[in-house]
């Protein structure tokens, strides 16, 4: 799942990955490193103060959901700060980025930016690129699952949708890219520990078609090749026993983007997640998650003011599993996120509400609220940041 992440920079558009960039970066900075030649570094940091309604009492919880929200309505923490050096000409090239990240889904509780349980090393990777079609990169490289991506200033909105929630971040292995001289097609596919989970089983791809009208349609997805286990050293640390389902689970997605309506750009994305009975890592039913949701994002001409959101609706099967807030789970959300960016420095206004249309499980409910039965969260959120 997707609390721990990985930053998207100028290694993204490298590896024809392509997030739905709603700010804009400044250019970034070339030096000379070097021996290791001519590279450009960027960043950005940025924190955020919370309104939170359906807090609930850590003394009352059903499945051990929302404990951990407690009585805390109100806060403010960090959420990006990152720093990256790329290498993006030549046969050899590279990509390291560091520092603390955290993602925030609708519906979910904030987490402070943290360099995570392995190390602050995020990405770090070098590529091989004997020509113009083929890019060959071994390291700690990112996902290819999902149109959403991190940090979170490269989506229309702060807040995450519940798809990106059972995501990869990044992992471990090695990928190869292929682009078509036309540039009308490309396709990844990446081998590695998925989840960082320390178990290299994991398939993932990337295949996506670009249409005349700057639009384009991608297919993700991922494999699990074997068995995780009950103890990967992954992002969460050793007990992973909890995330069993979504560590060996299989993928499918797809999403439509670069559409544009004038000024609004429109992306549609469905996903598809199955996990198969194992009893020995504690999944003894099928147990799947299917998610649909829609980006939008509205530009006001050359103001320095956007307008993003996105409605979503998600639902989940298999009551010993929990996918997103709780097993057997179906949610309905939508968002909106005001910003204004001006050089440097950007702000947004953030406001989300999510619905549980279904938060019962053999007759035991959960959710939000001071019994943990609430169906409803509001979610407000005050960011600001620095990119260079």
Known sequence: MKKLVVGAGLCLAALALRPAYALNGPDAIEIDAGPLGSANISGGTDGFGYYLTGTGSETACNFDIYCQLGDKPVGADDLNYLFEVTKTLGTVQYTVEVGATSSLSLGTIPIQATS????????????????????????????QEGFESLPDWSNANMLASLLYYT???????????????????????????????????????????????????????????????LNTIGAYGPESGGYAAEYNSDMIGAYYGGYAF????????????????????????????????LILDYTFGETPYS????????ASHGSDNT??????????????????????????????????????????????????????????????????
């Open 167 to 229: 995501e990869n971040t990044v992992s471990r292995g090695v990928l190869a890219t292929y682009n078509n001289t036309a540039g009308t097609i490309n396709a990844t596919l990446e081998f590695g520990d998925g989840y960082r989970t320390g178990v290299f089983n994991y398939m993932q791809f990337l295949a996506g078609y670009n249409f005349a009208n700057s639009s384009y349609v991608d297919v993700y997805g991922g494999v699990a090749l074997g068995r995780s286990g």
């Open 323 to 388: 996918w997103f807030i709780g097993p057997d789970a179906a949610a309905v959300g939508v968002s909106v996120a005001p910003t204004w960016q001006r050089r440097n420095l950007f702000a947004r206004l953030n406001a989300g509400y999510l619905y549980l249309t279904n938060n019962k499980s053999d007759g035991v409910s959960y959710g939000y609220g001071s019994n943990n039965e609430g169906k409803g969260q509001f979610t407000g959120i005050m960011e600001a940041g620095v990119l260079f």
């Open 116 to 143: 995570g349980y392995l190390s602050p090393l995020y990405e770090g990777f070098v590529s091989y690129v004997p020509n113009a079609n083929l890019t060959v990169s071994v390291g700690q490289i990112p996902s």
């Open 307 to 314: 307008l993003g959101g996105f409605v979503e609706y998600a």
């Open 262 to 293: 004038g000024n609004l750009s429109v992306v549609p994305e469905v996903q598809f997640q199955y996990s198969k009975p194992d009893a020995i890592i504690g999944v003894p039913k099928t147990t799947d998650n299917y998610g649909a949701l």
